[in-house]
């Protein structure tokens, strides 16, 4: 266990609706990350944030959003939905800000998003 | 960031020695090399990481050459459950890792 915790696991959901995936780093970490991983790729990194404030993007789309709360969980917002948004969405945290080049990620167990 | 080269896919007897190999020729002075390892669609789990010197832990042995362009990540004794996708990252500020080599443990 990591001790990043990310629900649902599973969500089915259709074309064109919103849903929110929550992400809970491990107790004490203040950096969350979000990657997203389809069939034919590998693990895309979408965004990170830090304390609160988003310190990173990478390849996330504008329908896209995230959030770091004050209790530090996290929640990252999927709109507009597309079928190839269909993929495993995974969550990871870690003490340090990312700017140092020292720390390690500790992912959670994804939430599998189906898009019909 | 700096990018790393890996063999898509690797076979490995079990009980022997796995030797992952990754290449990043363009590592700043700063930036430390992981290895991740992603069991099925579980999450990637650490397994270990260097900035200059040669590390072990109980699950890897993690060999950097001299001039940092490249590393070799060992599993000294390999069993089935290390049938996975072993990713090589050189982090700057994010953490990109590519697609990995996947490793098959032959029994």
């Known amino acids: 266990d990591s001790g990043v915790t990310q629900t649902p696991k599973h969500l089915i959901t259709a074309t064109g609706q919103r849903v929110t995936l929550r992400c809970s780093p491990r107790s004490g970490d203040l950096s969350v990350y979000w990657y997203q991983q389809s069939l034919d790729q590998g693990l895309q990194f979408l965004i990170q944030?830090?304390?609160?404030?988003?310190?990173a993007k990478g390849n996330i789309l504008e329908r896209f959003s995230a959030q770091q709360f004050p209790d530090l969980h996290s929640e990252l917002n999927l709109s507009s939905l597309e079928l190839g948004d269909s993929a495993l969405y995974f969550c990871?945290?870690?003490?340090?800000?990312?700017?140092?080049?020292?720390?390690?990620?500790?992912f959670g167990s994804g939430t599998q998003l189906s898009v019909l | 960031d700096a990018k790393t080269t890996q063999p898509t896919s690797m076979d490995c007897a079990e009980g022997r020695a796995a030797n992952l190999p990754c290449n990043h020729s363009t590592i700043s002075g700063n930036e430390y090399v992981y290895w991740y390892r992603q069991i099925h669609s579980q999450g990637p789990q650490y397994i270990i990481h260097?900035?200059?010197n040669n590390e072990t832990n109980e699950m890897a042995s993690l060999i950097i050459t001299e001039d940092r362009k490249s590393s070799t990540l060992i599993l000294p004794h390999a069993t089935l459950r290390d049938t996975a996708v072993y990713y090589c990252?050189?982090?700057?500020?994010?953490?990109?890792f590519g697609t990995g080599t996947s490793l098959t443990v032959i029994p």
């Open positions: 944030y830090y304390n609160g404030e988003e310190r």
């Open positions: 260097g900035l200059k």
């Open positions: 990252i050189v982090s700057g500020n994010q953490f990109y």
């Open positions: 990871a945290s870690s003490a340090e800000s990312g700017a140092a080049t020292n720390e390690k990620l500790f």
